[in-house]
């Protein structure tokens, strides 16, 4: 199943290029309006994790969502070598996770923080800015829960 590490890569590829597409176009300026009062283009750099967690820490955090970035790749790599060839589903959620997570150890190794940009919002409600490696990773995650909930409502089903 390593032949899905082309979705890796992809993510890679673009989730790199669009963050620098945002520094590019975004860096000192204030956010561009894609649909007012609902969706916009921010740049921001986040030293934390997902959401911003922890991005207050002191700067132990960078190293250490590294290491646990790669210790993830590695394990979802080894997990993909594993998968027989039918199981697509888990092998896009893994690739799509897997190149999130290389999109977002790049920025942390060459840059110290990860770009983000992109930004939902309603009113006083914002959803916490995110990039392309955050989606893949969010939807690769997603795939794995449906793929989980599918199994067991199947065997819900089966009387065996």
Do not use: C
């Not at 975004?26 to 030293?47: C, E, K, S």
């Not at 993830?72 to 589903?89: C, E, G, I, K, Y």
């Amino acid at each position: 199943m390593l032949r899905w590490l082309w979705l890796s890569a992809s993510v890679v590829v673009v989730d790199q290029l669009t963050k620098w597409l945002a520094v590019e176009l975004l860096l000192g300026r204030p956010p561009v309006v894609v649909i007012p009062d609902f969706f916009d283009l921010t740049l921001v750099y986040n030293t934390g994790a997902a959401f911003g967690y922890l991005r207050d820490a002191g700067g132990w955090q960078n190293g250490f969502f590294i290491v646990v970035a790669v210790v993830v790749s590695v394990v979802l790599v080894a997990m993909l070598r594993r998968l027989p060839r039918t199981d697509v589903q888990t092998a896009a959620a893994f690739s799509l996770i897997l190149g999130g997570a290389l999109g977002n150890i790049i920025d942390r190794l060459l840059q110290g923080y990860v770009v983000d940009f992109i930004h939902w919002f309603y009113r006083d409600w914002h959803w916490p800015t995110f990039n392309v490696a955050d989606s893949a990773i969010t939807v690769g995650a997603a795939l794995l829960v449906l793929d989980i909930v599918g199994w067991r409502l199947l065997r819900a089903r089966d009387p065996r």
